[in-house]
């Protein structure tokens, strides 16, 4: 079974930056298709970004030309570069296979300040 740490939330600015980090224990994920999802309270799990093995990435609307997914298979671990933070991108940040697969890990909160 897969143990999946996030980390590198904080308080920002709006317009500031953040790096997220996701490792992932228990066994390599290096085949699978990864992916960034959010949630605020209140509602649902959100998809925000995706990485194939490959390297090929997706990103939800809401995201794109400011999130940058990337993964270093060699560390088992996936990364979110977000840049250009908004006050909407204000959550919980998780990181799980796409389709999900793994049990989800505790995430990392993300809090922007307008």
């Known amino acids: 079974q897969v143990q999946l740490v996030e980390s590198g939330g904080g308080l920002v600015q709006a317009g500031g930056s953040l790096t997220l980090s996701c490792v992932a224990s228990?066994?390599?994920?290096?085949?699978?298709?990864m992916g960034w999802y959010r949630q605020v309270p209140g509602k649902r799990r959100e998809w925000v970004a995706t990485?194939?093995?490959?390297?090929?990435?997706n990103y939800a609307d809401s995201v794109k030309g400011r999130f940058t997914i990337s993964r270093d298979n060699a560390k088992n671990t996936v990364y979110l570069q977000m840049n250009s933070l908004k006050f909407e991108d204000t959550a919980v940040y998780y990181c799980?296979?796409?389709?999900?697969?793994?049990?989800w890990g505790q995430g990392t909160q993300v809090t922007v300040s307008s």
């Open positions: 799980n296979a796409v389709p999900v697969s793994y049990s």
């Open positions: 228990g066994r390599t994920f290096s085949r699978n298709t």
């Open positions: 990485i194939t093995d490959g390297g090929f990435t």
